[in-house]
């Protein structure tokens, strides 16, 4: 059995999808038993997030343009696709019970005037229900015999909304009781990423990009002989090709320097999906759909002997620095965890934060599309030490980046981490933050955002060669 999985840029058009139908023709005539996982159209689950915390502001106008706006995208992506009429209609209606469905979220939001991470997991997940449903009419036109399949009829997990934890042997017994069946009769499943429920049947998400975790889970539990997950790069690369073109693609690597890759942000690949994989010794494949003949990654227990040192520069833009700063008598470490306790109530994610005693203040890396959302919060946490002015107004700095370069000592022995060191010294980089853990394999730090590239260039150059 295969498992594959599609991420959001996969899926993210009429096009794409079409190119999707066209590999999965082409992949089943060698794997007759295999299960197909999709993401959200790409973008999709941010705007729905964005909506919901419109409506938590009051921002009625801002919300109904999001809805309008996803309708009439799926809608497209649906008549450019379906030729025939009837299964056109079929899908209209659902894409327009779904935008119902948000309609309605979004409006009992803007009356309680705050949105919970529960809220959120169960709004998140309409952009996984329409591409799953999409691409399944999609390949049955094209005489496939696919079956659409929501994750919460099998993925079982507990209540940790925001990034629920699977609870692996019931998602096992769902899974033998409802997709098994499927796939051995010759059916091809079309199931949603990233979502599951909880044994009560409370929606549930496995956290933001948890799309590879989905198909990781899946793969394990029914014993797959491979997972490939399907996105717009030609596997796990040295750098990011957009920042540097000459990067090349990490062919073979073990399931620890995988996860410690994904960990430090490898956006190909979700930091929990090895381990499930991993367990079962199961190999996972990193393949682009857009040039599908290339081979990607494989992830495998033991690699190749022989292989040249594994490094790799990961860079993530989009990110803002929020800082929390108080007063010397009211500053304690129950302040810093009520920040990250009220951020994360609300599903604010924090990628990276520092603390300093000295000068009694928490600084915070953010995404910057939950900047306004994390502000807005944090003032309402500290609404009363504001006013007493014990707690200053937050401090924003936008713009910025962060690098991490992960990897073990080059074949001379020298360790990545002076290494990165003496470039950033001679590139002169302004580094504004830094993160390391104890061990000397890797380092991350923040930069401004005009940085990011010269930088990133800087250290390929340097620790690539």
């Not at 379906?82 to 209606?93: E, H, Y």
């Not at 169960?122 to 591409?131: D, H, N, P, Q, Y």
């Not at 990897?407 to 010294?425: I, R």
Request: with cysteine; net charge negative; charged share 20%.
């Amino acid at each position: 059995m295969l498992v594959m999985k599609f991420g959001g840029t996969s899926v993210g058009s009429a096009e794409c999808m079409a190119a999707v139908a066209e590999i999965i023709g082409q992949v089943r005539g060698q794997h007759p038993r295999l299960v197909v996982v999709v993401s959200a159209m790409s973008g999709v689950t941010d705007q729905l997030i964005s909506a919901a915390r419109q409506a938590a502001e009051g921002r009625v106008e801002e919300c109904e343009a999001i809805q309008a706006s996803l309708l009439a995208w799926h809608m497209g992506v649906c008549h450019s696709l379906l030729v025939d009429a009837d299964q056109r209609c079929r899908m209209g209606t659902y894409i327009t019970e779904r935008m119902a469905e948000l309609e309605w979220f979004c409006q009992s939001v803007a009356v309680r005037g705050e949105v919970t991470v529960r809220g959120l997991d169960m709004v998140s997940a309409i952009g996984e229900k329409l591409s799953a449903a999409i691409l399944s009419a999609l390949l049955q036109t094209r005489g496939m015999p696919a079956e659409y399949m929501d994750a919460s009829r099998v993925l079982v997990t507990d209540d940790h909304f925001g990034g629920a934890n699977p609870l692996l042997a019931e998602t096992k017994a769902r899974l033998e009781e409802h997709l098994r069946p499927l796939v051995e009769s010759g059916l091809v499943p079309i199931v949603t990423g990233y979502i599951g429920a909880t044994a009560r049947g409370v929606p549930t998400t496995l956290g933001r990009g948890g799309g590879d975790y989905s198909a990781a889970i899946i793969g394990a539990c029914m014993e797959a002989n491979e997972v490939c997950i399907w996105s717009d790069v030609d596997g796990i690369l040295t750098a990011d090709p957009n920042v540097v073109p000459e990067a090349r693609t990490l062919e073979e690597l073990s399931y620890v320097e995988a996860a410690e890759l994904a960990y430090f942000g490898a956006e190909v690949l979700h930091p929990k999906t090895i381990k499930p994989v991993e367990e079962r010794s199961i190999p996972l494949r990193i393949r682009n759909t857009f040039n599908p003949c290339h081979p990607g990654t494989l992830i495998v227990k033991e690699p190749s002997a022989g292989r040249s040192p594994t490094r790799a520069i990961i860079s993530t833009r989009g990110l803002s620095l929020l800082s929390v700063r108080g007063s010397e008598d009211a500053w304690t470490p129950q302040v810093a965890a009520r920040v990250l306790r009220c951020l994360g109530r609300a599903g604010v994610e924090v990628l990276m934060f520092t603390q300093s005693f000295s000068e009694r203040n928490l600084t915070l890396l953010v995404w910057q599309r939950e900047l306004s959302s994390g502000l807005r919060l944090l003032r309402g946490e500290f609404a009363d030490e504001l006013a007493r002015g014990l707690i200053a107004p937050p401090e924003v700095r936008q713009k910025v980046a962060t690098v991490s370069v992960v990897g073990g000592p080059s074949k001379d022995g020298q360790g990545v981490v002076p290494q990165t060191f003496a470039a950033l010294g001679r590139q002169r980089t302004p580094v504004i933050a830094i993160a390391q853990a104890s061990s000397e394999y890797n380092v991350s730090f923040v930069v401004p955002e005009d940085e990011m590239a010269d930088t990133v260039q800087a250290l390929h150059g340097e620790l690539m060669g």
